[in-house]
């Protein structure tokens, strides 16, 4: 069965700019959640759906955004980019409860 | 406010001894936890968990041990090799509240380097 996979797996942009991320659940997994990865604030939690449904959000500004369609398929989006958000960002699946496994994640650099 | 924490930064085991990384967490709704393993650039890699229901929990060369009453939790990796040196994460997770809505989140300790040395 294929893992969890994210593109782009890299990506640089500009402060001021926007960015969407995608995420490709395991197959049969319907819950997705994403998370920020930084040096000082470690694994931090985004948000998670769950058949289309946004069922959790972390302490993230409005300018980080997701959507789920309906083949779990999931994006997430940050607009009006800051150095801050340099990051990697990390998608996992699970099935409705469960271990969640994760992708590889996109490593996002503004500048 | 880190409900998760992990105390100890690196821990350095010589291969074939056991491998010990701790985990203390602060709240008592938190009814699931997880252990993952992290090389850099890469996304974690699940491990092992324990449900809040039981005290151990074994998988091959991983054991969990959990101490519901002290809010600790350990990882044991016997014996250690080279190949188990990376960061290594706890996690946990909250009891779902009566819509099921708390699956998704995890709350992750800052993670401890394992370094072993052949």
């Known amino acids: 069965k294929a893992g969890v996979t994210q593109t782009p797996r890299y990506l640089i942009k500009t402060r001021g700019q926007q960015v969407t991320l995608s995420c490709s659940p395991i197959?049969?997994?319907?819950?997705v959640s994403w998370y920020q990865q930084t040096p000082g604030q470690g694994l931090q939690f985004l948000f998670e759906?769950?058949?289309?449904?946004?069922?959790n959000k972390g302490n993230f500004p409005g300018r980080f955004s997701g959507r789920q369609f309906s083949n779990s398929r999931s994006e997430m989006n940050v607009s009006t980019l800051e150095l801050g958000d340099s990051a990697l960002y990390l998608c996992?699946?699970?099935?409705?409860?469960?271990?969640?496994?994760f992708g590889p994640g996109t490593r996002l650099t503004v500048t | 406010d880190q409900q998760v924490k992990q105390n100890s930064p690196s821990l350095s085991v010589q291969e074939g001894r056991i491998s010990i990384l701790n985990c203390d967490y602060t709240?008592?709704?938190?009814?699931?936890f997880l252990w993952y393993k992290k090389y850099p650039a890469e996304g974690p890699t699940f491990l092992i968990s324990?449900?809040?229901?039981?005290d151990k929990n074994e998988d091959g060369r991983f054991t969990v041990f959990l101490n519901k009453s002290a809010k600790h939790l350990s990882l044991h990796i016997v014996p250690s090799q080279p190949g188990d040196s990376a960061v290594y994460f706890c996690?946990?997770?909250?009891?779902?509240?009566?819509?099921?809505?708390?699956?998704?989140?995890?709350?992750f300790g800052q993670g401890t380097i394992l370094t072993v040395h052949p």
């Open positions: 996992a699946s699970s099935l409705v409860k469960g271990e969640q496994y």
């Open positions: 197959s049969g997994h319907r819950s």
């Open positions: 759906y769950f058949s289309e449904t946004q069922r």
């Open positions: 709240n008592s709704m938190f009814d699931y």
């Open positions: 324990i449900s809040s229901i039981k």
């Open positions: 996690a946990a997770r909250r009891k779902a509240n009566a819509g099921g809505t708390s699956y998704g989140k995890l709350t």
